[in-house]
């Protein structure tokens, strides 16, 4: 089975082109009924249930939140571990197919995949979970090869109900103002940016039944620094920034201050030892 048709991508776009480009606050797309209804269904019921041990716990950020109770934010890049059917929607993100679709959807012409779906693959969060706002820092698995560029997430979670929280924010650059609120939806592809200034994130805590989660499919694409070096991302991030933007987020917890830290380090270290240090924890982040 294929689940990315040639035919209906270039459909979309000659709908959507325009609307990913002029987004804000910063260029994105959202593509409701991405799959056929039955092919998505069948993704969803396939979908890891969060007693299997395919799971990593991830967390909701640097802040004070528990990674103790069922809810807490999970996912996995354990492709060889999950449901054929999903491996094969995971593969079909870095087909030529898909990857010309991102090139003319964005009008970048040297966009990349990557089939070790390093820090992307399955995310599932539960009730009284959440996100903190933040951008992504560089998941690419060999160092000072790429920038991260796109962010594609499918959303998979049937009958999602508004009521719940969960919606994907984007902010303003300087992080003060949430300007888009994305709900979840069953059957919904999101496309964004991913630039140091690209704020996102779901920072409310799931007010879900116990019995739900909010589950999606998430593959992250990539452009060559050496040809993208003076236009995109020079200011590129050498850690998650996150950012605090509910009650939750306190400043003083240690998480958050071992984050800033962290970030201080990496820019007054000088390069060679910096570098080190982010191979390090690459190659740890690998290993789990």
């Known amino acids: 089975m294929r689940y990315f048709n040639e035919k209906n991508l270039l459909n979309l776009l000659k709908k959507d082109k325009s609307k990913f480009i002029n987004a804000q606050p910063f260029p994105?797309?959202?593509?409701?009924?991405?799959?056929?209804?039955?092919?998505?269904?069948?993704?969803?019921?396939?979908?890891?249930?969060?007693?299997?041990?395919?799971?990593?716990?991830?967390?909701?950020?640097?802040?004070?939140?528990?990674?103790?109770?069922?809810?807490?934010?999970?996912?996995?890049?354990?492709?060889?571990e999950m449901p054929k059917e999903i491996r094969q929607f995971l593969l079909e993100f870095n087909s030529e197919i898909f990857l010309q679709f991102l090139r003319k959807l964005s009008g970048v012409k040297h966009i990349i995949?990557?089939?070790?779906?390093?820090?992307?693959?399955?995310?599932?969060?539960?009730?009284g979970g959440r996100l903190m706002i933040h951008s992504d820092v560089n998941r690419y698995p060999i160092d000072n090869f790429?920038?991260?560029?796109?962010?594609?997430?499918?959303?998979?979670?049937?009958?999602?109900?508004?009521?719940?929280?969960?919606?994907?924010?984007?902010?303003?650059?300087?992080?003060k103002k949430c300007i888009k609120s994305i709900q979840p939806k069953?059957?919904?592809?999101?496309?964004?940016e991913t630039t140091p200034f690209a704020?996102?994130?779901?920072?409310?805590?799931?007010?879900?039944?116990?019995?739900?989660?909010?589950?999606?499919?998430?593959?992250?694409?990539?452009?060559?620094?050496?040809?993208?070096?003076?236009?995109y991302l020079s200011n590129e991030l050498k850690t998650v920034f996150w950012r605090r933007t509910q009650s939750q987020d306190k400043l003083f917890s240690y998480k958050f201050l071992k984050d800033k830290f962290n970030l201080i380090m990496?820019?007054?270290?000088?390069?060679?030892?910096?570098?080190?240090?982010?191979?390090?924890?690459r190659k740890r982040l690998n290993k789990k």
């Open 28 to 80: 994105h797309i959202i593509i409701d009924n991405f799959l056929d209804n039955k092919e998505a269904l069948e993704l969803a019921n396939k979908f890891p249930g969060i007693k299997d041990k395919i799971w990593e716990i991830h967390g909701s950020g640097a802040n004070p939140d528990s990674f103790d109770f069922e809810g807490v934010k999970r996912g996995s890049s354990n492709i060889v």
């Open 113 to 127: 995949g990557d089939p070790s779906f390093s820090g992307c693959g399955l995310h599932s969060t539960g009730k």
């Open 146 to 175: 790429v920038y991260q560029y796109l962010n594609c997430i499918f959303y998979i979670t049937k009958d999602w109900d508004p009521s719940w929280n969960g919606n994907l924010e984007l902010w303003d650059k300087k992080c």
């Open 186 to 192: 069953f059957n919904r592809m999101i496309i964004f």
């Open 199 to 231: 704020f996102h994130g779901h920072p409310k805590p799931l007010n879900i039944p116990i019995t739900k989660r909010r589950n999606s499919i998430a593959a992250y694409f990539y452009i060559p620094r050496t040809i993208y070096s003076s236009k």
């Open 266 to 281: 990496l820019e007054i270290l000088p390069p060679i030892i910096s570098k080190s240090i982010q191979k390090i924890k």
